[in-house]
């Protein structure tokens, strides 16, 4: 008999960091991890089974069908918005084809073993498109469906599997059933940006608030790439990786929707320069533009509505701007001695 297991895809990458480190060596839930590169060996140790490869590799996928029964995907893979836009062509065929090929993988394990195989999707804020910058000022907290028109590649990508998510959960072969037994159920949250204690992210757009705080914490001076008046939601990483285990877990019929937004708070690009002064009072903390890379984040909203969330499945996030830094970053970086000496 297969062993039943949590698949990760895009394991070694920030989210799946965290998610491992959280989910631990549950024996009860272990965890294989599919990435392009193996993993570090502090993650390699927690998991069950690592597999070095691609999502796109249909024999490696075949691989993993025949040895192990998937019960639960988090499929993280992707290029973030930034790198997205430089390869356009590689972001569709990662973010799509290789989400496309996940669903596929998914549909199968489900007909295989006869349960529903929950897969777990990050969109994100970039799914929306803002049309300019005085309707993002005036728009408030924007629900899940408003400004569904992204303006990056990436947002593209993102919108798209979202749709062939809910297609695979609802309408896969137009057998529409509420009965998932057999079949997939996709639940997708749309993040807000991310930031991490223990990593940064690379090729985002939101990299500037994570970038500015590891940066002040090592005692080297930051650049930031966007104006100060710039404001996106934001959350730190365990309430993200709590966010996912949760929805996760949530029972099927509580669920009004397949996507749904995320955001703890919403800071300027000037509150979060403030905010890491205040913790680390030598940073030194200027701007240079880059044109692209506003325009990105110009088009995505100043704020979500994040009501569906905490009504369907209790999503409660812990840390607010202020105990983001608090309770998370500013211990965690000293912990790990990243931090200059504050
Ligand atoms: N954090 C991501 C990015 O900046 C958005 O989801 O690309």
Redesign the pocket.
């Known amino acids: 008999m297969r062993q039943r297991v949590v698949l990760i895809t895009g394991a070694g990458g920030e989210i799946g960091h965290s998610l491992i480190n959280r989910l631990g060596n549950d024996p009860d839930r272990p965890v294989i991890t599919l990435d392009l590169n193996p993993l570090a060996p502090s993650l390699a140790g927690r998991v069950r089974f690592h597999y070095t490869g691609s999502i796109l590799d249909a024999q490696l996928l075949d691989r993993i069908l025949a040895e192990y029964q998937v019960e639960r995907i988090f499929h993280l893979a992707a290029l ?5 836009e430089f390869a356009p062509v590689t972001a569709h065929r990662v973010n799509v084809e290789g989400t496309m090929t996940m669903l596929d993988f998914a549909q199968k394990q489900a007909e295989s073993h006869g349960h529903p195989v929950v897969f777990m999707y ?5 799914a929306f498109g803002m049309p300019n910058l005085s309707i993002k000022q005036q728009a408030g907290a924007v629900l899940e469906d408003d400004f569904n028109h992204p303006t990056t590649m ?1 947002g593209c990508n ?1 919108l798209y599997c979202e749709h062939l998510g809910r297609y695979y959960a609802r309408h896969y072969k137009q057998l529409a059933s509420e009965n998932l037994a057999g079949k997939v159920d996709f639940r997708c949250i749309r ?4 930031i991490s204690a223990f990593t940064v ?1 690379s ?5 500037y608030g994570p970038e500015m705080i590891h940066a002040a914490a090592k005692g080297t001076p930051y650049a930031c790439f966007v104006r100060l008046d710039t404001r996106i939601p934001f959350m730190t990483m365990p309430d993200a990786v709590e966010a996912l285990l949760k929805f996760a877990d949530a029972p099927r019929e509580k669920l009004t929707r397949t996507v749904y937004n995320l955001k703890a708070f919403s800071p300027t690009a000037e509150e979060f320069a403030q905010m890491t002064k205040r913790f680390f009072p030598d940073a030194v903390i200027s701007t240079q533009l880059d044109a692209k890379r506003q325009g ?2 110009d088009s ?1 909203p100043a704020d979500v509505n994040d009501e569906a969330a905490r009504r369907d499945w209790g999503f409660d996030p812990q840390h607010s701007f202020e105990q983001a830094f608090t309770d998370y970053l500013v211990p965690q970086l000293r912990k790990s001695g990243q931090s200059a000496g504050h």
């Open positions: 973030l918005s930034t790198r997205s990050p969109s994100s804020i970039a990436y993102k993040f807000p940006g991310l992210p090729g985002g757009t939101s990299d990105i984040v995505w």
